[in-house]
């Protein structure tokens, strides 16, 4: 009887990238409507992107340690995995407890980080190829990160935005649960952006209205620019934008200029630049990767300030957007309670953690029944403030 084999890789082009994505991204004949069948950011176009440009390496606190499981040379399952010496790119933040840790005597670097680097959005992290048993799949690539924990003498292991069915199965495995939030735009069906403004309030589908209206009212105009319409003055004037915000708002933006050429080699057709334009000069942009049922929002800047022009670059237009492609959701990324106003609700998040040492695994446990019913209260009462018509007339 065939034997599995678990392994460890230390760059992701190391795995043949048709065995990865087979894993990551297989092909599904019928999926559930509305259920993404293509997630970019866990794609071997994306990863090896961020590995090959020096973003997720060793030299940014990233050290790749991609699990794998195989049957006879076949992938059948895989994690994109790190070994961490910081907590930056991650977006759910475990900053206290590190500072908690060590201030107790313990040393919580290096951990272990399943995850797509830089990149606060839901999708798989447990990779297992059609027809692997996943329950069985998951006990072994759990046992698997445990091995490797205790090689690099790891304090925990954080697996971070992965779906709920993935986060159910591993909380059986003994992880702890954590929950949090963001906003994403939900397509009813709508045939272009004012039916989507049909469905909300008076007050707020004036306020878009008006808002739109202001962002382009300098004349400015917006384009999308995807596939083989990127050209290298794209990605020069986006890269400015971004580097920009980036050290204004974080100090030391996450992604460099290679990055964005090799995606732009790799995976062209599931990016889509929203650029927007002032004369003959861009002058804000927004990238976007396109999924089979989702728009996902990744980063902006701009090298002009103008009223509103974040909303309708980053929100607006990726709404339009979806409408036009028949797209199931937008998803723009994290945080962002002002996104309620513009059309967002609320969405969990799902992450799951194991800890090595049981006092800090206590406290953490504790800390974390908190947190989630908070999360839970908090997403109700944004819930009730959605700006959608209840018992209005519609327009």
């Not at 006990?139 to 205790?150: H, I, P, S």
Request: charged share 25%.
């Amino acid at each position: 009887m065939p034997e599995s084999l678990l392994k460890v890789a230390t760059a992701i082009k190391a795995v043949p990238a048709d065995q990865w994505d087979a894993c990551a991204n297989p092909a599904r004949d019928d999926p559930p409507a509305g259920e993404e069948t293509f997630n970019p950011f866990v794609s071997h176009a994306f990863l090896s992107s961020l590995e090959e440009a020096g973003c997720a390496a060793p030299k940014a606190g990233w050290t790749p340690v991609h699990v794998l499981l195989e049957t006879d040379g076949r992938l059948d399952a895989a994690v994109p995995a790190y070994v961490k010496t910081n907590s930056q790119g991650e977006y759910v933040f475990d900053h206290a407890w590190a500072d908690a840790y060590e201030r107790a005597g313990g040393r919580y670097y290096p951990k272990i980080q399943v995850s797509a680097p830089f990149t606060p959005v839901t999708g798989p992290r447990l990779l297992i190829r059609p027809g692997v048993e996943p329950v069985a799949a998951t006990e072994r690539l759990v046992a698997g990160l445990r091995a490797l924990r205790e090689q690099v003498n790891a304090s925990s292991i954080h697996c971070t935005f992965c779906r709920e069915p993935e986060w159910e199965r591993l909380a059986d495995a003994g992880f702890l649960k954590r929950t949090d939030q963001q906003f994403h735009w939900i397509n009813e069906g709508y045939g272009s952006f004012d039916d989507f403004l049909g469905a909300l309030a008076s007050r707020k589908r004036k306020a878009i209205r008006r808002e739109r209206r202001d962002a382009l009212g300098t004349g400015i105009n917006i384009e999308w620019v995807t596939g083989a319409d990127i050209r290298e003055e794209h990605w020069d004037a986006f890269f400015a934008f971004y580097m920009d915000t980036g050290s204004r708002k974080w100090g030391r933006p996450y992604l460099n200029r290679r990055f964005f050429a090799l995606i732009g080699e790799r995976m062209a057709d599931r990016v889509l630049l929203v650029m927007a334009k002032k004369g003959e000069r861009y002058i804000a942009g927004a990238i976007n990767f396109i999924g089979d049922a989702a728009l996902y929002g990744r980063n902006w800047g701009c090298v002009e300030d103008h009223p509103f022009l974040h909303f309708e670059v980053c929100y607006y237009q990726a709404i339009d957007f979806a409408i036009a492609r028949g797209l199931a959701r937008v998803e723009a990324g994290a945080q962002g309670e002002h996104k309620l106003a513009r059309g967002y609700r609320p969405a969990f998040t799902y992450s799951a953690h194991d800890i090595a040492d049981p006092s800090l695994r206590r406290a953490v446990a504790a800390y974390l029944r908190q947190e989630r019913s908070y999360v839970e209260a908090a997403a109700e009462e944004l819930g009730e403030a959605a700006p959608f018509r209840r018992g209005e007339p519609a327009p």
